[in-house]
């Protein structure tokens, strides 16, 4: 599987990618702001991607989720702190993309992920 990683803070992005990689996913990339995680997206066509809400640049990642999965339809799993929860669920409610919460631990991503998996029924 092939996951994009969109985390505005390096040393989060590269844990993630470190927990990807050692799970056997392969990350295509990593992007800091909306805009280019879109663009990544578009470049790259992920299976998956790993979206943080609150990111650089004038989008959120709320917004760009819903562009890429919109436009691309690729799924999208947030990765957000307790306090984006609420926001998150009100916002989010309509598509049901899941959540991992910060911090989180490799065997929640794994889980997750898991369920994006050809064969599995999400």
């Not at 909306?34 to 990111?55: C, Y």
């Not at 899941?98 to 994006?116: A, D, T, Y």
Request: glycine residues 8%; aromatic residues 4%; proline residues 4%.
């Amino acid at each position: 599987m092939r996951i994009l990683v969109v985390e505005d803070e390096v040393i989060v992005a590269r844990d993630l990618q470190n927990i990807l990689s050692g799970c056997g996913y392969f990350v295509t990339g990593l992007a800091s702001s909306g805009e280019e995680s879109i663009q990544k997206a578009e470049a790259m066509h992920p299976d998956l991607v790993l979206m943080d809400i609150r990111i650089k640049g004038n989008m959120d990642g709320i917004e760009a989720g819903h562009r890429i999965h919109d436009n691309l339809h690729i799924p999208i799993v947030y990765v957000t702190a307790l306090g984006d929860e609420i926001m998150l669920e009100s916002i989010n409610r309509k598509n049901g993309f899941p959540r991992i919460l910060k911090p989180f631990e490799e065997k929640e991503i794994e889980r997750v992920i898991q369920k994006f998996l050809p064969g599995n029924n999400n």
